[in-house]
């Protein structure tokens, strides 16, 4: 029933990864179960019917809710607390909260619900191990909680880490993750809307925002002129772009019309590109990697550095 299976090639096609990238990515990839099938018509009918019905009824992003990310990350701080600080309990229950998937360019059923989660596991090895070798100090704005920096910290144990975010819970859990785990981890409070004056970057330093942008919308012009304004070394985005997707197509149309609704990122992939052509930054990676949740892909990969 589940006859399709995403490959090691279908890994480093999505990635555009080299093809000296294989065994790494195959090492991670082979622990995991990764088959799944379409969707017979009447479901996918089904599918995108329940989109339709649903795409008017999602709250806005935004500034307004930072509470609500508060309690959510502070829920989450709460369970690892009293599992006495079990590094899985950092999975953020938001991924595979849809069993319907977005997967080169239709729909599609995973075999296991954990297939997102593992999906990301590959990518994000695949990002750190390519871009963040030997890399000395990395701060992850909107952090949430913490996973990535945990999987940093195991893959570079020398690197200074830094989570911010502007939940005050997440700030308290990466204290308490670095201390507890003996990583070179620390939390300090970041707020997109109104950065930090103090925060500063070094040589050798990387900027990383994963699925955080994303809730400034158009308003990301604010964190975008403070980092170019720090010049970090590196800058990491993996956030949904709405530049990416294919007006003419449904598939993408009803995407479009999630992302718009919600307000999500708008504008950050153009900006940078802009920047490039002014000759201010150099863009290493951009790249939509043809895979996401039910409603949108919040996995397009935009990596550049600014030009000193």
């Known amino acids: 029933m589940f006859d399709a299976v995403f490959s090691v090639d279908d890994f480093i ?3 555009g990864a080299s093809p000296a990238d294989r065994p790494g990515i195959e090492d991670v990839a082979g622990k995991y179960d990764f088959s799944y099938r379409r969707l017979r018509q009447d479901e996918r009918d089904a599918v995108i019917l329940g989109i339709l019905k649903k795409l008017d009824s999602f709250t806005q992003v935004g500034a307004h809710r930072h509470g609500i990310w508060t309690d959510a990350w502070g829920e989450l701080a709460r369970r690892y607390y009293e599992s006495g600080g079990d590094l899985a309990m950092l999975d953020p229950p938001f991924m595979g909260a849809t069993p319907t998937l977005r997967i080169n360019g239709d729909y599609a059923i995973p075999h296991i619900p954990q297939f997102e989660t593992h999906w990301f596991r590959v990518l994000r090895r695949w990002i750190f191990k390519t871009y963040l070798t030997d890399v000395k100090r990395v701060a992850e704005f909107g952090c949430g909680s913490g996973f990535n920096l945990v ?22 859990l990466m204290d308490d993750i670095g201390r507890r785990h003996d990583f070179r981890l620390t939390g300090r409070r970041f707020d997109f809307f109104n950065p930090d004056p103090d925060f500063r970057f070094g040589a050798g330093d990387t900027a990383m925002t994963f699925c955080a942008l994303e809730q400034t919308g158009e308003r990301y012009t604010i964190f975008l002129d403070w980092l170019m304004s720090r010049a970090p070394d590196l800058v990491v985005s993996m956030e949904p772009a709405l530049e990416f997707y294919d007006e003419t197509s449904l598939f ?3 995407t479009i019309r999630y992302h718009t609704g919600r307000k999500y990122l708008n504008g950050y992939y153009s900006a940078v590109r802009k920047l490039e ?32």
């Open 151 to 172: 999987t940093l910290a195991q893959m570079q144990p020398d690197a200074e880490l830094i989570g911010l975010d502007w939940a005050q819970p997440v700030v308290d």
């Open 13 to 15: 096609a999505a990635f």
């Open 252 to 254: 993408d149309h009803l």
């Open 277 to 308: 052509a002014e000759g201010r930054v150099e863009i290493l990676k951009q790249k939509r990697l043809g895979f996401g949740s039910l409603y949108h892909e919040g996995y397009s990969l935009l990596i550049w550095r600014p030009k000193r």
